[in-house]
């Protein structure tokens, strides 16, 4: 039963991943995108991660893809608009592309293809433990984290502010 | 694979969503019959005893309006809106505790669809997901005025959710748990929530108002400078989907309030009493729908007294005053509980 | 000029702190719109209840019989000429022999149409029929889908020959003519 649940989530998964990059439209994209953030949401539960899958679907599905979609509203893009790019403008996409992808190749490499094991539940996903586990051994990266956020916000703020004169 | 759970659990939903539909089908009808009553008219009473079967005839008239879908509009999209926000709007329930468990053959029975440990994080997630209805149904249509009513319901949705989520942050503070069904057995006996949570609940309350893009926030339907907003170009059940997933999400932001703030299915002095626990199951569920019902009653009340925020106000509103205060209230309850309790 | 002593003077002052917070004033206005919900309804649930009319109220209008159930209308077309809104067209035609007991007169109306969408309810035709055919009664004009049946005819506008048919217009009658 798990296995079936996590081979059709994978499916859809990489269904949906690739229907982003490949759809004609841009607003398919950015739906197909939100999709593929939930399935990857599914993933994490399958893992017994439900506080990480529920924060997932929170700040990605519901906070940042909502500005993209409101970007792609706004501005409309059509197929048509976008036909011409620069050349060094795509050799530096290909590129970079190309890099990340290699780095992946990489990872994949380092590891070791085991067979499919169904996940333990060993509590370690549940919010008592993310948080005893965040404000005991990693609370140096924690509160450096949110000082880089808070740093975030007030530059944010500035940027808003109309500037006086 | 458990199968009595499964079957339990089945017929849980379906009458949760059955329920919901049918509160949130009659509450369509009590909003005119409040508006009414408030306006000094007495609303519909034609069809039926009282009108009690308008809802009915209501449902019959948008199934038989003609389902147009505009020239210009793209659609899939156009009939993924509607769908998106109705189910957004019925899956909050699957989190609600309804009443006491039911006890049948020695087994229980419980009125949660699902007890999950990350519950209020649940809801906090649906409701941010369920702008998407409104954001692709508003854009789908090809219509300025939909697109407009669409982004001001996406803006206003993301900006009332951060004090939203603040409001509950200190809920969670208090009650120490993520899960809804413990938060509702901490108030047990008279120890609401909104005694010791005022400035939470009416921040929640006022972020509720918002996120159900009810009056005096329901800016992006406004009829007035937006035809109708983002289901302008709707007709048909389509647009019978969007007014209903508003009455749905009502209901359910209701049941929210009642269980974070009012006690949920408690009352003083009921789990005293030594009833048998099925009545006991029974009268907590009317309980906590008597609650609901008044939570709706003040929303449809709220909605036919105070006037339609002005959009600048409205940015005003959430982001320099409900956010600062629903930050200090978590800052008071954090120093109240290491410092005093 | 004072009409009321409601009328309160409007100042441009800078609000409290406790006026800014806008919350007493929605308590405020709720509890206004809460006792609302008590008061005495307006509304006249109307094909069952009707509002008093003013005795010289006009509505649509009747065309009469005498007691012996003839028609008083003798197609003069006086009415026709005072109508203001032009709305009355008739038809006159001789009365043969046989048909004394319909008609009063010698000379009737064959054809007798009131455009209603024209008619501006003024009463003037009342006014110049000679012979108390034609009355403006207390009845409203009821509404309809098409333009065309809003063009009343003599099956319409004539009343019944049965004394429960007959349209009460006496309220209507000037006193000089009450005592003819």
């Known amino acids: ?165 | 694979m458990d199968w009595t759970l499964l079957i339990d659990k089945s017929i849980l939903v379906l009458v949760v969503f059955a329920i919901s539909l049918g509160v949130a089908a009659y509450a369509t009808y009590g909003e005119r019959k409040i508006a009414a009553v408030i306006q000094d008219r007495i609303g519909p009473n034609r069809a039926g005893p009282f009108g009690l079967l308008q809802p009915l005839a209501d449902g019959v008239k948008f199934f038989l309006k003609e389902d147009i879908t505009p020239t210009g509009a793209d659609k899939f999209l156009f009939v993924l809106g509607p769908a998106l926000f109705i189910i957004t709007a019925l899956m909050t329930s699957a989190v609600i505790p309804w009443g006491h468990s039911f006890f049948i053959d020695g087994r229980e029975f419980s009125l949660q669809v699902a007890d999950l440990n990350v519950g209020i994080l649940y809801i906090l997630a649906v409701v941010s997901v369920g702008g998407y209805g409104i954001m692709i149904g508003g854009w789908a249509s090809n219509n300025k005025f939909a697109l407009m009513g669409a982004i001001r319901a996406a803006s206003q949705m993301i900006s009332y959710e951060v004090p939203l989520g603040m409001a509950l942050v200190a809920i969670m503070l208090y009650s120490n748990s993520l899960s809804l069904r413990d938060i509702v057995d901490m108030q047990q006996g008279f120890r609401w929530n909104v005694f010791y949570q005022p400035l939470g609940f009416l921040l929640f309350l006022i972020c509720t108002f918002a996120e159900c893009n009810r009056a005096p926030f329901d800016l992006p339907e406004s009829e007035s400078e937006l035809i109708g907003g983002y289901h302008t170009e709707y007709s048909s059940m389509k647009l019978g989907f969007f007014l209903f997933a508003e009455y749905i999400n009502m209901f359910i932001s209701s049941a929210l309030i009642a269980c974070l703030y009012f006690g949920g299915y408690h009352f003083p002095g009921l789990d005293s009493l030594g009833l048998h626990p099925n009545l006991l199951a029974v009268i907590s569920i009317l309980v906590l729908f008597a609650k609901i019902l008044f939570f709706i009653f003040l929303f449809m009340w709220v909605r036919w007294t105070v006037p339609r925020f002005r959009y600048d106000q409205l940015m005003n509103v959430g982001w320099k005053v409900l956010i600062p205060l629903s930050i200090v209230n978590v800052l008071i309850t954090g120093a109240w509980l290491t410092f005093v309790k | ?180």
Request: aromatic share 10%; glycine share 6%.
């Open chain 1, 1 to 165: 039963m798990d296995q079936l649940i996590f081979f059709s989530l994978s499916a859809l998964t990489l269904l949906s991943g690739l229907l982003t990059v490949f759809s004609r439209k841009s607003m398919y994209s950015v739906l197909s995108l939100i999709f593929c953030l939930f399935t990857v949401a599914g993933h994490y539960i399958l893992l017994n991660a439900h506080f990480l899958a529920i924060t997932h679907i929170i700040v990605y599905a519901g906070a940042i893809m909502v500005l993209f979609l409101f970007v792609v509203m706004l501005l409309n893009l059509n197929t048509t608009s976008d036909k011409s790019k620069a050349f060094y403008f795509r050799a530096a996409a290909v590129s970079g592309a190309g890099m990340l992808f290699l780095v992946l190749i990489a990872s994949l490499k380092s590891t070791t293809l085991g067979a499919y094991y169904a996940p333990t539940d060993t509590g370690m996903g549940v919010v008592e433990h993310v948080g005893k586990r965040l404000f005991t051994d990693y609370l140096l990266p924690f509160e450096i984290s949110s000082i880089l956020f808070l740093s975030a916000m007030i530059g944010s703020v500035l940027l808003a502010k109309k500037e006086k004169k």
């Open chain 3, 1 to 180: 000029m004072k009409l009321t002593n409601r009328s309160k003077v409007v100042v441009d002052k800078e609000l409290t702190w406790v006026e800014k917070l806008y919350l007493p004033a929605i308590v405020k206005g709720m509890m206004i719109t809460f006792r609302h919900i008590f008061k005495k309804k307006a509304t006249v649930r109307y094909p069952e209840q009707t509002r008093p009319v003013a005795p010289v109220y006009r509505g649509v209008h009747v065309l009469k019989r005498d007691e012996q159930g003839r028609e008083n209308c003798t197609a003069c077309g006086l009415c026709a000429v005072a109508c203001p809104a032009e709305a009355i067209t008739m038809d006159a035609a001789e009365r043969q022999k046989g048909e004394e007991h319909l008609y009063r007169e010698e000379k009737y109306a064959a054809r007798y149409e009131i455009n209603m969408l024209r008619c501006i309810f003024c009463g003037l035709c009342e006014e110049a029929c000679p012979k108390d055919a034609i009355y403006l009664t207390d009845r409203i004009l009821p509404s309809n889908y098409a333009r065309g049946t809003f063009i009343y005819g003599k099956d319409i506008l004539v009343e019944g020959i049965t004394p429960d048919q007959r349209v009460d217009v006496s309220k209507r009658k000037k006193s000089y003519e009450m005592n003819t």
